[in-house]
């Protein structure tokens, strides 16, 4: 199955359209490191996290963990888990994957820049809940909650995402 999101900020699933945020810096070939932009191409969903103190385990095919506290990703492109999860405190820069304002209650990790890592490539390219007024990402795409919970239903491990200019 094949998600396709395009540049005017649609995930098309089949017959279904739904509203999403884009990276700050749109939809490009060529990503960097902390540039904003959501990289184009095709990637497979590698796994979904969740936040089980605020959700029950979501419907979904797909593997998926729950979502500790102490859960990071790291994101310093000279750290030997670059673009890997990490345990907070990391040695180097890490995003934490336990936030307060809800946006990482459900995670769907994308394939993006993991088979190999290429150091300042990108990272924590994800899935995951919108803001409200679908404010721009850091390079992710991210929808309302509920439509994220509805799409859960159907993915599986051999599901993509492409992002098309």
Same mark, same amino acid.
């Given at each position: 199955?094949?998600?396709?999101?395009?540049?005017?900020?649609?995930?098309?699933?089949?017959?279904?359209?739904?509203?999403?945020?884009?990276?700050?810096?749109?939809?490009?070939?060529?990503?960097? +490191?902390?540039?904003?932009?959501?990289?184009?191409?095709?990637?497979?969903?590698?796994?979904?996290?969740?936040?089980?103190?605020?959700?029950?385990?979501?419907?979904?095919?797909?593997?998926?963990?729950?979502?500790?506290?102490?859960?990071?990703?790291?994101?310093?492109?000279?750290?030997?888990?670059?673009?890997?999860?990490?345990?907070?405190?990391?040695?180097? %820069?890490?995003?934490?994957?336990?936030?307060?304002?809800?946006?990482?209650?459900?995670?769907?990790?994308?394939?993006?820049?993991?088979?190999?890592?290429?150091?300042?490539?990108?990272?924590?390219?994800?899935?995951?809940?919108?803001?409200?007024?679908?404010?721009?990402? +850091?390079?992710?795409?991210?929808?309302?909650?509920?439509?994220?919970?509805?799409?859960?239903?159907?993915?599986?491990? %051999?599901? +993509?995402?492409?992002?098309?200019?």
């Amino acid at each position: 199955m094949l998600l396709h999101v395009t540049a005017d900020g649609f995930l098309h699933h089949g017959a279904r359209r739904y509203r999403c945020a884009l990276g700050r810096g749109g939809i490009r070939a060529q990503k960097v +490191e902390g540039d904003g932009i959501t990289p184009s191409g095709r990637y497979p969903l590698r796994r979904l996290l969740y936040r089980a103190d605020r959700l029950a385990q979501p419907v979904s095919q797909l593997a998926m963990a729950k979502i500790r506290p102490d859960d990071g990703w790291c994101d310093a492109p000279d750290d030997p888990a670059y673009n890997g999860p990490v345990t907070l405190p990391h040695g180097a %820069s890490a995003e934490s994957m336990w936030r307060a304002d809800g946006l990482y209650d459900l995670v769907v990790i994308l394939g993006h820049n993991d088979a190999p890592v290429v150091p300042g490539a990108g990272s924590a390219i994800f899935m995951h809940v919108a803001s409200p007024g679908y404010g721009p990402t +850091e390079g992710c795409v991210a929808l309302a909650r509920d439509d994220l919970v509805a799409l859960l239903v159907e993915l599986d491990d %051999s599901c +993509e995402i492409q992002f098309s200019p």
